[in-house]
């Protein structure tokens, strides 16, 4: 799950609980023994820490809603389907321009294999 965050919405209470968790959260994990001196592995946890207790106070204190990570698709399935069709019958289509006629560069037997039986397929699919 993904949280937003309305921070327009939030009281001033909700802001102050919100502090206040954050404040608790930095004294019970010792964040403020912190010195540069520690190193870079130290400063990766360090953050980490940070982040962690400033989304769950804001989760616990400021409202907030949830929305799916995933992305749905907005195209409906058929029209992927149909659309992917479309392009492979395009690219069938150009195989038989006036310019291959002319070159003598017709579609290989293998070729007109491989189509009849695209087409065969396709059309056992269709609703008729």
Known sequence: MRWIFNYKKATAEQWRKF?????????????????????????????GSIQQGITSAAKKHLPNSQ?????????????VEAYSHLRVS??????FSNKHMRNHTL???TSWTLLILYYHKLFKLLPI
């Open 19 to 47: 502090s206040e968790a954050t404040t608790k959260f930095s004294t019970d994990n010792h964040l403020d023994k912190f010195t540069v001196e520690s190193g870079y592995d130290a400063i990766n946890k360090l953050w």
């Open 67 to 79: 929305y799916k990570k995933s992305i749905r698709n907005p195209k409906p399935d058929y029209l």
């Open 90 to 95: 395009s690219r069938n289509v150009m195989k």
């Open 107 to 109: 579609p290989s037997p």
